[in-house]
């Protein structure tokens, strides 16, 4: 089952791939996104779409698996429908999981889970990790075009239904949505996993979950239970490090952090436990 399209569908949520083109749509209700290419990222450059080599490798009638191979790595995506137990309903949700492996150790930068090749129609509202901003075309017609990155939960609201982008609190390697905003349409979106990293062997993304409800709250509360419950945990350790914001945020010095790593440096226990000192003036976004 090499080549050709494959298709999967469950209460008007659905996937489809053409592993001859690479491309990808999922549709949720009106929700279309079309046009999608999935990747990975090395040192060397940047894979995906049809520059990698894609076969189908596995279909069931609640999902399928796909495999990109090019320059010695293989980026498998899996592409899993469930129902969701939300405000005692049940609500249709498409689970997309990847992961990049190589027969020997690789440089990776960022697995690309999926990025838009098209513009999107922007829905009326779009959630941005901390905020709201109006996106339809009636609204940002006269606007400047708006860049946006969203961590864990992201959400295009339309009429009374609300399409959830969703990674999981605990993950392995930092994962967001992002895309731009202009003129009632969003364009280069993607939902990307940020490695940036040496000697690997295999690399898993955080799974990306996505939904369409009318129950937007509920659904809310629903992923805070998931959370909660330890879904997406990772046993990847965890480097030892001393981040200079939890002690003087946005006041800190070159002498003040010399002066730590002198600390550190001659303290028995924390000279052997402390593996990273990090420089951190804040961010924003």
């Not at 009374?160 to 895309?179: E, I, N, W, Y």
């Not at 062997?201 to 992923?223: G, K, M």
Request: glycine share 12%; with cysteine; charged share 20%.
């Amino acid at each position: 089952m090499a080549a050709g399209t494959v298709a999967i569908d469950l209460g008007g949520l659905g996937a489809t791939f053409d592993a001859g083109t690479g491309k990808f749509g999922i549709r949720a209700g009106d929700f279309r996104l079309e046009e999608l290419c999935a990747g990975f990222e090395t040192s060397a450059g940047k894979l995906s779409g049809p520059r990698l080599a894609w076969e189908i490798l596995q279909k069931r009638p609640d999902g399928f698996r796909v495999r990109g191979s090019a320059a010695g790595l293989a980026l498998w995506l899996d592409f899993a429908l469930l129902r969701r137990d939300v405000a005692g309903a049940a609500l249709p949700a498409l689970d997309v999981s990847a992961r990049v492996t190589g027969a020997k150790p690789f440089s990776l930068e960022r697995i690309i889970i999926m990025e838009s090749a098209a513009s999107i129609l922007a829905p009326g509202w779009i959630y941005i990790h901390d905020r709201t901003i109006m996106g339809d075309a009636g609204t940002m017609g006269t606007q400047e075009a708006r860049s946006f990155q969203s961590w864990h939960v992201h959400a295009w609201t339309d009429g009374d239904r609300t399409l959830f982008f969703s990674f999981p609190l605990r993950q392995s390697f930092p994962s967001h949505v992002a895309g731009r905003i202009e003129l009632g349409r969003i364009r280069e979106f993607s939902a990307v996993c940020g490695v940036q990293m040496d000697g690997l062997d295999e690399v898993q993304a955080p799974t990306l979950s996505l939904a369409a409800t009318s129950a937007p709250h509920e659904f809310i509360e629903h992923y805070g239970d998931m959370q909660r419950a330890g879904r997406g945990r990772t046993d990847m350790r965890r480097p030892i490090a001393w981040n200079s914001w939890d002690y003087a945020l946005g006041t800190v010095s070159e002498k003040y952090v010399l002066d730590h790593l002198d600390f550190i440096d001659n303290d028995p226990v924390l000279g052997e436990a402390v593996e990273y000192i990090v420089v951190d003036g804040g961010w924003a976004h």
